[in-house]
């Protein structure tokens, strides 16, 4: 696995993505501005929700039959002169297409944007031997920085296009100053030289069509399509549930990915690979390898509670969506798969213990699983996840006599209307107090309250309660 | 090995097969194909040439234009006679698949045109100003256009050069991608649903056409 754990926790990390200004500006801008593309895309469909219901239904259908549409999958693929070559760890898939390289004497490789890619660490194993390019322009900038995508779509969300000017004029010694159009040109230019000379191309896969063996891979930039073409051998790698069953399904997968993702109604290309090149044809490359890749993904479908993680399609709604990470970015998660889909996925790839912190930065809003294009409960896997952190924390958190007490107390208090009203009445007059100026401020220093008050603010609470107000009105009794 | 270890795990998990009850969601039909493809293909930053409202002679003329490209290099020759542009044109064979042809003087355009079917090398591509290819469909919903590799074709004449011209006959429109999918069975090793020019938006969301591919893409349709 190659999912670097920060020594950092999420924690310390979200502390310094708030106080980072630049990346707050860059956040707020671009999230707001997909966002808004996304709204406009999706009330342009009149039956959105029947198309998500039926994605839904057609992935979890798929998911219970994985071994059978996986194998019509791949003697689909083989028929058309294709290779398959089956993964179960992120290891045995770097492995192979290592030993493909060695085997050739290929040198230089370009790459489309892949999270499996990211997943697997692909480029860490391949580039001892490679040359690796990201031919994305995102990533590409994501590679040139250094730096890990802390977005499933854009992958350089957290850079201003001042910062990757900059990045550009140091690294690429070309003057491009803040312009975008520059910006760009420039990486057009470097490059194109690289596709063309590359000898091998990797892309990812977004679905798999198991009655045809199309290998379906989304873009609008042309970098897959060239990476797909000009090199001497194209490896494609796939997560094992990418696959679904019918041609026919595609165009409601389609609707549904690209409005999600970037609230277009169509990317510039939607490629449908059928292999490498074909009888009578031109050009394309000479070999074609699908790589498929388990890396966890049967156990995840071994868990019935959670399985449903890996209906997700990779477009990035949650995350664009999510008040968190609006507020933090991607990198603060310190792993490859942020934001809601990160947070429930991350725990089932590396283990609870890997990730301990992942289904705690949430606010439960729901807003993740309002947007999802398939419908993924991403709320209450949550905290299907967080019970099983704290059932794995074990008996010393339970023993914690302060929260025992605390719960005691509660349901005394809640089981008679009397004590519940005193109660009620009593804490309005305390939280009166408390938002006062002095108080509140002091609220905010002593702990063990502090840790809560110092980010929050209780909102203010009515002098009377329903009931009172009800009461008083005189309408009747209760 | 992991392709056993790896089924058997996942057949231990299958449930008992089940069709999923459940219909196709319907997609939007019955609009003008041609004004919303044209709409919808424009919109996405492509240019869109009506050959039969306009004459095939224009809309060549205009692509030139708008393209400043003085040669069209073609994927397929099939191209020439399908769309009846040879009529105007000499002998392929004459000029070693070289062709020159001139329109009528009276019109405002530069020519001759210059039109290659020969084969071209991949650092030639590049230098390409403007390819031609066929569409073999076109989907109103999204305004978008298959491209499909066939024999005789490659794939990187259509993504190389500056611009890049389809060539789209009406009977060939379809509504939406569900019919397009319920008929089409694929049959190159490569087909692509493209909706306008080569774009990203990977820097602050800003648009910028013409990342890796062609920078402008055109569609003539004819009858």
């Given at each position: 696995?190659?999912?670097?754990?920060?020594?950092?926790?999420?924690?310390?990390?979200?502390?310094?993505?708030?106080?980072?200004?630049?990346?707050q500006?860059?956040?707020?801008?671009?999230l707001?501005?997909?966002?808004h593309?996304?709204?406009?895309?999706?009330?342009?469909v009149?039956?959105?929700?029947?198309?998500?219901h039926?994605?839904?239904?057609?992935?979890?259908?798929?998911?219970?039959?994985?071994?059978?549409?996986?194998?019509?999958?791949?003697?689909?693929?083989?028929?058309?002169?294709?290779?398959?070559?089956w993964?179960e760890?992120a290891?045995?898939?770097?492995?192979?297409?290592?030993?493909?390289?060695?085997?050739?004497d290929?040198r230089s490789?370009?790459?489309?944007?892949?999270?499996l890619?990211?997943?697997?660490?692909?480029?860490?194993?391949?580039?001892?031997?490679?040359?690796?390019v990201?031919?994305?322009?995102?990533?590409?900038?994501?590679?040139?920085?250094?730096?890990?995508?802390?977005?499933?779509?854009?992958?350089?969300l957290?850079?201003?296009?001042?910062?990757?000017?900059?990045?550009?004029?140091?690294?690429?010694?070309?003057?491009?100053?803040?312009?975008?159009?520059?910006?760009?040109?420039?990486?057009?230019?470097?490059?194109?030289?690289k596709f063309?000379?590359?000898?091998?191309?990797?892309?990812?896969?977004?679905?798999?069509?198991a009655?045809?063996g199309?290998?379906?891979?989304?873009?609008n930039e042309?970098n897959?399509?060239?990476?797909?073409?000009?090199?001497?051998?194209?490896?494609?790698?796939?997560?094992?549930?990418?696959?679904i069953?019918?041609?026919?399904d595609?165009?409601?997968?389609?609707?549904?990915?690209?409005?999600?993702?970037?609230?277009?109604r169509?990317?510039?290309y939607?490629?449908?690979?059928?292999?490498?090149?074909g009888?009578?044809?031109?050009?394309?490359?000479?070999?074609?390898?699908?790589?498929?890749?388990?890396?966890?993904?049967?156990?995840?479908?071994?868990?019935?509670?959670l399985r449903?993680?890996?209906a997700?399609?990779?477009?990035?709604?949650?995350?664009?969506?999510?008040?968190?990470f609006?507020?933090?970015?991607?990198?603060?998660?310190g792993?490859?798969?942020?934001?809601?889909?990160?947070?429930i996925?991350?725990?089932?790839?590396?283990?609870?213990?890997g990730?301990?912190e992942?289904?705690?930065?949430?606010?439960?809003c729901?807003?993740?699983?309002?947007?999802?294009?398939?419908?993924i409960?991403?709320?209450?896997l949550?905290?299907?996840?967080?019970?099983?952190?704290?059932?794995?924390?074990?008996?010393?958190?339970?023993?914690?006599?302060?929260?025992?007490?605390?719960?005691q107390?509660?349901?005394?208090?809640?089981?008679?209307?009397?004590?519940?009203?005193?109660?009620?009445?009593?804490?309005?007059?305390?939280?009166?107090?408390?938002?006062?100026?002095?108080?509140?401020?002091?609220?905010?220093?002593?702990?063990p309250?502090?840790?809560?008050n110092?980010?929050?603010?209780?909102?203010?609470?009515?002098?009377?309660?329903?009931?009172?107000?009800?009461?008083?009105s005189?309408?009747?009794?209760? | 090995?992991?392709?056993?270890?790896?089924?058997?795990?996942?057949r231990?998990?299958?449930?008992?097969?089940?069709?999923?009850?459940?219909?196709?969601?319907?997609?939007?039909?019955?609009?003008?194909?041609v004004?919303?493809?044209?709409?919808?293909?424009?919109?996405?930053?492509?240019?869109?040439?009506d050959?039969?409202?306009?004459?095939?002679?224009?809309v060549?003329a205009?692509?030139?234009?708008?393209?400043?490209?003085?040669?069209?290099?073609?994927?397929?020759?099939?191209?020439?006679s399908?769309?009846?542009?040879?009529?105007?044109?000499?002998?392929?064979l004459?000029?070693?698949?070289r062709l020159?042809?001139?329109?009528?003087?009276?019109?405002?355009?530069?020519?001759?045109?210059?039109?290659?079917?020969?084969?071209?090398?991949?650092?030639?591509?590049?230098?390409?100003?403007?390819s031609?290819?066929?569409?073999?469909?076109g989907?109103?919903?999204?305004?978008?256009?298959?491209?499909?590799?066939?024999?005789?074709?490659?794939?990187?004449?259509?993504i190389l050069?500056?611009?890049?011209?389809?060539?789209?006959?009406r009977?060939?429109?379809?509504?939406?991608?569900?019919?397009?999918?319920s008929?089409?069975?694929?049959?190159?090793?490569?087909?692509?649903?493209?909706?306008?020019?080569?774009?990203?938006a990977?820097?602050?969301?800003?648009?910028?056409?013409?990342v890796?591919?062609p920078?402008?893409?055109l569609?003539?349709?004819?009858?």
């Open positions: 696995m190659n999912w670097k754990r920060s020594p950092k926790t999420l924690r310390d990390q979200s502390r310094t993505a708030l106080q980072d200004s630049q990346l500006h860059n956040l707020q801008h671009t707001s501005r997909t966002l593309s996304r709204q406009l895309a999706v009330a342009e009149q039956n959105w929700e029947e198309l998500r039926y994605a839904r239904t057609v992935k979890l259908h798929t998911l219970s039959h994985l071994a059978r549409y996986l194998e019509q999958l791949e003697a689909a693929v083989q028929q058309r002169g294709g290779q398959v070559i993964a760890s290891r045995q898939a770097t492995d192979f297409i290592l030993d493909l390289a060695h085997r050739r290929f490789v370009v790459k489309g944007k892949s999270m890619g990211e997943e697997i660490g692909l480029n860490a194993a391949l580039e001892r031997w490679l040359e690796v990201e031919t994305d322009l995102g990533e590409y900038i994501v590679q040139l920085a250094g730096q890990q995508p802390s977005h499933l779509v854009a992958p350089a957290h850079l201003s296009r001042g910062q990757i000017g900059e990045l550009f004029e140091r690294k690429l010694d070309v003057s491009v100053g803040e312009d975008v159009e520059r910006i760009t040109a420039a990486a057009r230019q470097v490059l194109r030289r063309l000379s590359a000898h091998l191309g990797i892309t990812g896969v977004n679905f798999g069509v009655e045809t199309t290998l379906v891979v989304v873009e042309g897959i399509r060239l990476s797909l073409s000009a090199p001497r051998v194209h490896v494609a790698i796939m997560g094992i549930e990418k696959v069953p019918r041609l026919a595609l165009p409601v997968f389609l609707k549904l990915l690209i409005r999600s993702a970037t609230g277009q169509m990317t510039s939607v490629n449908l690979v059928q292999g490498g090149r009888p009578g044809e031109r050009d394309g490359p000479s070999e074609f390898f699908l790589v498929l890749v388990d890396n966890g993904r049967s156990r995840i479908l071994a868990d019935a509670h449903e993680t890996l997700c399609i990779r477009c990035g709604a949650c995350q664009n969506i999510c008040p968190v609006q507020s933090i970015g991607g990198h603060a998660y792993s490859t798969y942020q934001g809601p889909i990160g947070s996925l991350t725990p089932q790839l590396v283990g609870l213990q990730a301990p992942h289904p705690f930065a949430s606010s439960l729901g807003a993740c699983r309002d947007i999802c294009p398939v419908g409960r991403i709320p209450d949550l905290l299907e996840l967080r019970h099983r952190i704290q059932r794995e924390k074990g008996a010393r958190a339970a023993r914690l006599p302060v929260e025992r007490w605390a719960f107390i509660w349901s005394w208090l809640m089981s008679s209307r009397q004590r519940y009203e005193l109660f009620s009445r009593w804490s309005r007059r305390l939280a009166r107090w408390t938002a006062g100026d002095r108080l509140g401020r002091l609220s905010r220093v002593i702990p309250l502090s840790r809560w110092r980010e929050r603010r209780l909102p203010e609470l009515a002098p009377k309660s329903f009931r009172e107000l009800h009461r008083a005189g309408e009747g009794g209760s | 090995m992991s392709r056993t270890q790896i089924l058997q795990r996942l231990s998990l299958a449930g008992t097969w089940e069709e999923p009850e459940i219909a196709l969601p319907e997609a939007p039909t019955g609009t003008d194909r004004a919303q493809l044209a709409a919808r293909w424009e919109a996405a930053g492509g240019i869109f040439l050959a039969e409202r306009h004459g095939l002679e224009n060549l205009e692509t030139l234009e708008r393209t400043g490209a003085r040669e069209i290099f073609w994927e397929h020759p099939d191209i020439f399908r769309f009846q542009i040879p009529h105007r044109l000499r002998d392929p004459a000029f070693e698949n020159v042809f001139s329109l009528h003087p009276q019109r405002e355009v530069r020519f001759p045109l210059v039109l290659h079917a020969k084969r071209w090398t991949r650092a030639h591509a590049s230098a390409v100003p403007l031609a290819c066929l569409a073999t469909h989907v109103a919903e999204t305004g978008t256009l298959l491209h499909e590799v066939r024999s005789g074709q490659g794939r990187l004449l259509s050069p500056e611009a890049h011209l389809f060539f789209l006959s009977g060939d429109l379809v509504d939406n991608a569900q019919q397009l999918f008929t089409w069975t694929p049959c190159g090793s490569l087909a692509t649903l493209v909706t306008g020019p080569s774009r990203t990977d820097i602050e969301k800003t648009l910028v056409v013409g890796h591919g920078r402008q893409c569609v003539i349709l004819t009858e």
